[in-house]
């Protein structure tokens, strides 16, 4: 388990221990680690591919035991077999690796609803720059804002990367006010004075029939037709998912949304996904938390123990092609926050984990106590007859061997 750090690692023995039980490993290879009783659980996952081909993983720390500013980074020589840690970086959350002109990025806030801020590393993510002013990597320095590890688009030109504030009425979700921030790709991407930010866009709570509870972590996706779309996660009890399709102007100053067309069906749609675009397959594909029809139950946000690969020929009609992961307790399980890569025939991702570590286990699905690496191999073959058949009992599709390796 190369990464897991020797404190947290003690932990986890000296547990599974005292439970007397036999350690139980996640589906994936194990990237970190943190048992559930030192109250810190693992989010935000990110990773990014540098261009000699190591992979560069990133989380953040959440939890009554956390600071809430905090990011580990990861990085892997093999493609993914296994990791060891870079840096642990004080004053940076929610945040996105990329990778543009041979330099490695991580944009995101400084801590909980923090501030914006973006870092730059020149050695793989071992060191990075710090966000001291304007100047230097601090975009936004008043307010309260909110993202996670979401695409960072190069389109027309110009850098994308979306955005929400959390400065509306009421708290969590009602509060969330989304933007698109974009800069030109040719910019100093420290330099706050580069970088344009849209109006915010709040939510209408008639939205949806009365529903609608706010969106958030939304996607900077281009359209078939060169468009920029803002496609966000919505908080909303029914069943029936949706997603919410902001527009952004070409020079990324006005966001618009229409609510008679702007939400567009979306298995998973209530919780974090990222969407990417794929030249070869020219569809839009995504991993997300799909729910099972026999495991609805009115809350789509918190049944996240099911992982399903789908995709989209024009981003509004959306086809759940494969599940990837499922297990069938939704109550201590989940795989979530999912941030991958395209890599030849296979994909490439990072998961919050939350699953059986011999001891207690997670403290529940949403508080994870993994960061876990997968590859889907040959992910543009993958079919289900029927979806919610194959979600049955434990499913694991990861192969985790590196790319071109045979059986």
């Known amino acids: 388990m190369t990464g897991i750090g020797w404190a947290a690692l003690l932990a986890w023995i000296g547990a599974v221990r005292a439970a007397g039980a036999e350690a139980q490993a996640p589906p ?39 600071t809430s500013d905090r ?32 330099a490695l990025y991580l944009i995101g806030t400084d801590r909980e609803e923090g501030r914006v801020v973006i870092r730059r ?9 710090e966000p001291r002013d304007e100047r230097t990597g601090l975009l936004i320095a008043s307010g309260r804002y909110h993202c996670a590890p979401v695409p960072v688009v190069l389109h027309d030109g110009r850098i994308w990367r979306a955005m929400e504030d959390a400065l509306g009425p009421g708290g969590w979700g009602s509060h969330f006010n989304a933007f698109m921030l974009s800069a030109p790709e040719d910019a100093d991407l420290l330099d706050a004075a580069r970088w344009t930010a849209s109006n915010r866009l709040g939510r209408n709570p008639a939205w949806l029939g009365g529903t609608f509870n706010g969106w958030l972590e939304g ?23 949706v997603a919410a399709f902001i527009d952004v102007s070409s020079d990324g100053k006005t966001a618009r949304f229409d609510p008679a067309r702007g939400f567009v069906p979306f298995p998973g749609g209530a919780k974090k996904f990222t969407i990417r675009y794929d030249a070869r397959s020219h569809r ?73 570590d011999g001891a207690s286990g997670a ?26 058949r194959a979600a ?11 790319a071109g390796a045979s059986r």
């Open 71 to 102: 990011t580990l980074v990861f990085g892997s020589s093999d493609r993914g077999r296994t990791w060891s840690r870079l840096c642990e970086i004080a004053g940076q959350w929610w945040s996105t690796l990329f990778v543009h002109r041979g």
């Open 284 to 356: 839009y594909w995504s991993l997300v938390n799909y729910v099972p029809h026999a495991e609805r139950a009115g809350k789509p946000a918190s049944t996240r123990n099911t992982l399903a690969l789908v995709c989209s020929p024009d981003l509004r009609r959306w086809e759940v092609r494969a599940i990837l992961l499922h297990h069938p307790d939704p109550v201590k399980h989940g795989f979530q926050y999912v941030d991958w890569l395209f890599e030849g025939e296979d994909l490439v991702a990072v998961i919050r984990t939350a699953y059986d």
């Open 28 to 66: 994936g290879v194990v990237v970190d680690y943190s048992p559930a009783s030192s109250g810190v659980y693992i989010g935000s996952p990110s990773i990014a591919r540098l261009p000699d081909g190591t992979y560069v993983a990133s989380h953040d720390q959440f939890g009554p035991g956390s």
């Open 121 to 129: 590393s020149a050695d793989g993510g071992r060191t990075w720059t």
């Open 363 to 388: 403290h529940n699905f949403h508080d994870a106590n993994y960061l876990t690496f997968h590859r889907f191999r040959q992910f543009r073959r993958l079919r289900d007859a029927d979806p919610d």
């Open 219 to 241: 996607n900077a996706v281009v359209t078939r037709d060169g468009r920029m779309l803002d496609i966000l996660r919505v908080d909303c009890p029914s069943d029936d998912e």
């Open 392 to 402: 049955v009992g434990i499913v694991d599709r990861t192969d985790t061997r590196p």
